[in-house]
């Protein structure tokens, strides 16, 4: 969650100036979060924790929905 936090409060040109950039943004954290990443007390993704995902995402499996 740090990386969408830190979106709405930096002040740099590193923020996303269009508000469609910035739901890309939130969106992709989101999505890595919930099924690419091994939550350290689940041992396993939310994702998978909630029965929507059989096994750890790859980001290019991530990628691949975009097309």
């Known amino acids: 969650m740090r990386m969408s936090i830190r979106r709405f409060t930096r002040l740099t040109n590193g923020h996303s100036k269009k508000l469609e950039n910035h739901e890309a943004a939130i969106a992709l954290h ?10 350290a007390s689940l041992r396993v993704t939310p994702a998978m924790e909630a029965g929507l995902a ?13 097309d």
């Open 30 to 39: 989101y999505m890595h979060y919930n099924f690419c990443r091994i939550h």
């Open 54 to 66: 059989h096994h750890v995402w790859s980001i290019e499996e991530m990628v691949r929905l975009l």
